[in-house]
């Protein structure tokens, strides 16, 4: 088994298909969408290849380390910034096929008009995964 992180970008991934942004959908689009994904993460808790999620607020502020005896530096809050993470879905799965199917089933989330989104969603395996690349093969 390997885990997965599947991002779900609000904004800074290529665009979806169906690219009405969430602040245009009605409630019940907005309703349709959130059962969606809860469905999908109950079905994967039944397999045992859910492992955690959460949505997030738009707003966030980076931080970081400023010396010793000195108190962190913050930049934020940024709203509007050009990458915005929505979400995400840790999955633990038998392969890396399994979970470019369960990322795609994911993208096809209802948005606007209550069609699929076919928004893109980032893969990425934990440090320590399986590798899918040939370079990484050849080098591991």
């Not at 109950?42 to 607020?57: H, I, M, P, Y």
């Not at 999955?91 to 209802?110: C, F, H, K, N, W």
Request: aromatic share 10%; net charge negative; hydrophobic share 40%.
């Amino acid at each position: 088994m390997a885990k997965y992180l599947l991002l779900k970008h609000y904004r800074g991934a290529p665009a979806a298909v169906n690219d009405v942004p969430m602040d245009q959908w009605t409630p019940e689009e907005i309703s349709a969408h959130v059962q969606y994904m809860n469905d999908f993460a109950a079905r994967l808790q039944e397999s045992g290849e859910f492992v955690d999620g959460q949505a997030l607020a738009p707003e966030g502020t980076f931080v970081r380390y400023d010396g010793e005896g000195r108190p962190p530096v913050t930049d934020g809050p940024f709203a509007e910034t050009k990458d915005l993470i929505a979400g995400w879905m840790v999955i633990d799965v038998d392969s890396y096929e399994r979970a470019v199917e369960l990322a795609g089933e994911l993208s096809a989330a209802p948005g606007a008009g209550g069609k699929p989104i076919h928004e893109w969603l980032e893969l990425r395996p934990f440090l320590g995964a399986p590798s899918t690349t040939t370079e990484c093969l050849a080098h591991g």
